[in-house]
């Protein structure tokens, strides 16, 4: 089966204060991982696509990276804007979206 | 990106009565899903709207009580049906934004609570 985990659950950041959420997957044919924000009450915004390990893309303050097993959205110097809950999810051989619980990032001027 | 609009945005209902949510995209499509998000959960797939047949049912929902209706490329609905506290969620309509192995696009949402 398959499963997306990720992890911390919460991440409270100070203003400028980088960090790293990750998003650890088993799939049976990884046909693409994807990274979302949601805002509460809102759907969720598409941000990255990453197809093979050693990809990497970035916008703005967020850089995703791909390996064989995991995932990382690295936010640097974020501003207060950055806060909102990250989602990971991945598609797999039947084509599916499975995601993960997601990581809410507080960041605090 | 596909634009897509929920209708209603949020919604109170009685236990007991059904609700029925639209998703309208501005292009056509061939796949429409609908997902459920429980108040402090992720997104889990309820089922894969066809146009031209039947839904396709993930695991754990049945028609019965998640019928949906799919008359063109653009337009799909969900109905939630006898509902209970426990249908309390925020439902989302999703579409694949140029393939099934692409990215895919949310609407806004619908926030439902049942009384």
């Known amino acids: 089966e398959d499963q997306v985990t990720q992890s911390p659950e919460a991440l409270r950041l100070q203003e400028g204060e980088s960090s790293s959420l990750n998003c650890s997957y088993t799939?049976?044919?990884?046909?693409?991982l994807f990274w979302y924000r949601q805002d509460p009450g809102k759907g969720p915004e598409f941000l990255f696509t990453?197809?093979?390990a050693g990809e990497e893309k970035e916008k703005e303050r967020l850089k995703a990276t791909l390996t064989k097993k995991e995932s990382f959205l690295h936010i640097t110097a974020p501003k207060p804007e950055d806060s909102a809950t990250y989602l990971c999810?991945?598609?797999?051989?039947?084509?599916?979206?499975?995601f993960g619980a997601g990581t809410t990032v507080t960041v605090r001027a | 990106s596909a634009v897509i609009s929920q209708k209603p945005s949020r919604d109170i209902c009685q236990r007991g009565t059904s609700l029925t949510i639209q998703c309208q995209v501005d292009?056509?499509?061939?796949?429409m899903f609908w997902y459920r998000q429980q108040p402090g959960q992720s997104l889990t797939l309820i089922a894969t709207?066809?146009?031209?047949?039947?839904?396709?049912?993930e695991s754990g929902f049945v028609i019965d009580k998640f019928p949906i209706s799919r008359p063109n490329l653009t337009f799909s609905t969900l109905t939630v049906s006898n509902m209970s506290p426990e249908d309390s969620s925020i439902y989302l309509c999703?579409?694949?934004?140029?393939?099934?192995?692409?990215?895919?696009?949310f609407g806004q949402g619908t926030r439902l609570t049942v009384v």
């Open positions: 990453l197809y093979s």
């Open positions: 292009s056509q499509v061939t796949m």
């Open positions: 999703s579409v694949d934004s140029r393939g099934s192995n692409t990215e895919a696009f």
């Open positions: 999810a991945v598609r797999a051989y039947d084509y599916k979206l499975s």
């Open positions: 709207a066809n146009q031209g047949s039947e839904a396709t049912y």
């Open positions: 799939v049976s044919g990884l046909r693409g």
